[in-house]
């Protein structure tokens, strides 16, 4: 047993050994945000700050992902000595790189409008739900990636795809012994994969000023392929250049790398590195 895992055991039989027969997705969701730092500590959080890794293709590809309680956010994306810009909003605009032409596009109205619902997550979706209009309940325990867990159910804002109202559901699963998250998973509700699960995993926690982070984790189809996000850094409340929110001006000249990838190799996390997002 790592130095961690027997860290969180010890915490699970003090502080939260109320918790340990607790039945209410409310009580396991308190003990979750007290086992990783406690509530007061995670709403004091204005914006994180990531240095990670991805492996595509043979090559390794340095990220970096920001995200922050006014909702800004970007994913900046190197290859090849080019920086490409994924999921960025600057408060009014979303926008991305087109790996095919090598151009800003902005998001259709429907994804900005879906993207706006999930401002209030920040820094975590369960610090707020109740405030945010979100919904829990207990499903019930459930061997998640081998170890067992509470699985819990949040309902969030409805979500729009191509003109229609759909329903936004995800599944979280917590660790009965530590009360950490373990991942998620979710119905894919657009795309190739519509109809599928997509499912995260989130692992190696380790503290950052006081708050448990996952230093790794991957995201993909439960069952299927799955994309790994190696962490080598977090920092909170850093400070950034707010220039690399702006929207491009299309038409400048932008060289493509000669191995370019034909599409993101990932965005930002679709479940916070701190938890459910």
Known sequence: ???????????????????????????????????????????????????????????????????????????????????????????????????????????????????KKTLGDFPDSFLNYKKNGYTVEMVGKEAFDGTEAHKIKMTKKPLMVDGAEVENVEFYFFDVETMILLGSE???????????????????????????????????????????????KIELNKAYDEKMLMYPDAKAPTSAPSTAPTSAPTTAPTTAPSGGK
């Open 1 to 115: 047993m790592n130095q961690f895992k027997a860290y969180f055991l010890i915490l699970a039989l003090g502080l939260v050994s109320p918790m340990a027969f607790a039945q209410s997705a409310d009580e396991i969701i308190e003990g979750y945000l007290e086992a990783t730092g406690g509530r007061d500590a995670w709403s004091k959080v204005e914006n994180i700050v990531i240095s990670a890794k991805v492996n595509q293709g043979g090559m390794e590809i340095p990220l970096e992902i920001m995200q922050s309680k006014d909702g800004k956010s970007y994913t900046k994306v190197s290859v090849q000595g080019l920086s490409l810009m994924q999921g960025v909003y600057d408060g009014n605009t979303l926008w991305s790189t087109n790996f095919q032409t090598m151009k800003p596009e902005k998001a259709t109205s429907e994804d900005l409008e879906n993207h």
């Open 186 to 232: 979710s119905e894919m509700k657009a795309g190739p994969m519509k109809g599928k699960t997509a499912q995260s995993k989130m692992s190696e926690y380790d503290e950052v000023d006081g708050l448990y982070f996952p230093f790794s984790m991957s995201q993909g189809e439960k069952g299927g392929f799955s994309q790994a996000i190696a962490i080598d």
